[in-house]
């Protein structure tokens, strides 16, 4: 599935992809609408109906990802909702062995993602996974997410790249999608970015459960 003798940069989205999306999903499905009925005196379902509509009118920009948002528009601490919720957080199985195997084969790896830097900071903590990477790279600080066209010029200037021979892991297809118009050569899909829900059927690009099938290693075995 994958030539890792052409390739040398691997690219990585972290939630869904490197963590599973299950702490998200449970936090912005049910922890942000509890914690908001509480605070305004209505019911859990009155929470969802509410908030679920302002949360799909931004999905894909900016706003949609960034904590700070969140805090003003909703009147919530979402950074430290988070926290209450940190114990969820969980590394996906078999993402270390291949972090350590491509690094072993002289790839240089990347945390490209589109969570908020207090996020990332959050997650890095609880999975102590930032020492596996040779850069990390958020979208916010860029001023743009992952899926919108212009992005991965940005990154170009700050992690110069050859696009034929860069590997992209990600959860997202719209993600993907723009990654493939921009031309990087080696696209990668997670079928099963949350636990908890039942795999996804994706056609569109080669994708795996886990990281086991394309690990360098086992993939010279």
């Not at 003003?72 to 979402?78: P, R, T, V, W, Y």
């Not at 596996?132 to 991965?152: T, V």
């Not at 921009?182 to 899909?189: F, P």
Request: proline residues 6%; aromatic residues 8%.
């Amino acid at each position: 599935m994958i030539d890792w003798q052409h390739i040398r940069s691997v690219f990585l989205d972290m939630d869904g992809t490197l963590l599973d999306l299950h702490f998200d999903t449970h936090f912005w499905r049910e922890h942000v609408p509890m914690r908001y009925a509480q605070r305004h005196g209505m019911s859990v379902e009155q929470a969802k109906e509410e908030l679920y509509p302002r949360m799909r009118a931004v999905e894909g920009t900016m706003s949609w990802y960034c904590v700070d948002y969140w805090t003003a528009e909703l009147g919530l601490d979402i950074a430290e909702l988070k926290r209450e919720l940190d114990h969820l957080i969980a590394v996906h199985p078999h993402v270390v062995e291949f972090l350590d195997a491509v690094r072993s084969h002289e790839k240089r790896v990347v945390l490209i993602t589109n969570a908020h830097p207090k996020s990332l900071e959050l997650k890095m903590e609880r999975t102590r996974l930032a020492g596996h990477f040779d850069a990390l790279i958020c979208s916010h600080d860029l001023g743009r997410p992952k899926e919108q066209e212009g992005f991965w010029d940005l990154v170009q200037e700050q992690e110069p790249f050859v696009p034929q021979s860069t590997m992209l892991v990600d959860d997202s297809l719209p993600v993907l999608r723009a990654a493939r118009a921009y031309g990087i050569g080696h696209l990668l899909a997670i079928r099963r970015p949350d636990s908890r829900e039942p795999a996804r059927e994706v056609t569109e690009f080669p994708a795996v459960d886990d990281f086991r099938p394309v690990t360098p290693d086992t993939v010279a075995q």
